[in-house]
């Protein structure tokens, strides 16, 4: 078990550019969570799923982002048509119900 | 709506004690307490449920008032590890035992030698 894997660490993209990061959670886990974290603040709840199912999705969220997770494994969080706001610390976290959450690293995206 | 915490920040010398607070306005199913050190990603320490069921981190307790909808991070003895940024995440009576999180602003503690 070596944890919440996040891919990559750092992303620098243009304004404009479709963006995808990858989460492999701890394969025992059956609920995964995205999050937004930026400098001083929580983290922002965006989606999650209980194994393959995406139960919620921030009505924060505008149609832009995107989730899934196939299979209940490995889940996606794609951003299309980035703008200078989406940049921001994303965290994924997965858990048993009733459990804390274990977070990845994160994905760092900046948009110029 | 987002669990409000107190204080902000605080500095401590190593050894002394501190309490961090986080108030709700909605009922709440649990209270989850994490720990972030700079560049890092949030470390679970303590997880409180309704019904007072504690599970979590066996050096830092904590209480969980359901009726008032707060809880209470101790920290006592404080060593220089505990430096961070402590951040509640409350679960609502009304998510259903989602599991999904509001987390607070956070608290910045510094702990000095």
């Known amino acids: 078990d070596t944890g919440v894997s996040q891919n990559p660490r750092h992303k620098i993209t243009k304004r404009g550019q479709n963006v995808t990061f990858r989460c492999d959670p701890i394969?025992?886990?059956?609920?995964l969570y995205w999050y937004r974290q930026t400098l001083g603040q929580g983290p922002e709840f965006l989606t999650y799923?209980?194994?393959?199912?995406?139960?919620?999705k921030s009505r924060l969220l505008s149609d832009r982002f995107s989730a899934e997770r196939p299979k209940g494994s490995f889940s996606t969080l794609e951003i299309q048509r980035t703008e200078q706001g989406d940049s921001a610390m994303y965290l994924c976290?997965?858990?048993?119900?009733?459990?804390?959450?274990?977070f990845g690293s994160g994905t760092r995206l900046t948009v110029v | 709506q987002q669990p409000v915490q107190s204080p902000q920040a605080v500095i401590l010398r190593e050894g002394e004690d501190a309490v961090i607070n986080c108030s709700s306005s909605?009922?709440?199913?649990?209270v989850h307490w994490y720990r972030q050190k700079h560049g890092e990603a949030p470390v679970f320490l303590m997880i409180?449920?309704?019904?007072?069921e504690q599970k979590g981190h066996d050096k830092i307790s904590a209480s969980f008032n359901e009726k008032k909808q707060q809880s209470s991070l101790y920290l006592t003895a404080s060593q220089l590890s505990y430096s961070g940024t402590y951040f509640c995440?409350?679960?609502?009576?009304?998510?259903?035992?989602?599991?999904?999180?509001?987390f607070g602003q956070g608290t910045t503690l510094q702990v000095k030698p």
């Open positions: 976290a997965s858990s048993f119900i009733g459990y804390g959450y274990t």
């Open positions: 394969s025992e886990h059956n609920r």
């Open positions: 799923f209980q194994n393959e199912a995406q139960l919620e």
């Open positions: 909605k009922a709440l199913y649990s």
């Open positions: 409180l449920l309704k019904g007072g």
């Open positions: 995440g409350t679960e609502g009576v009304g998510s259903s035992n989602t599991g999904k999180l509001i």
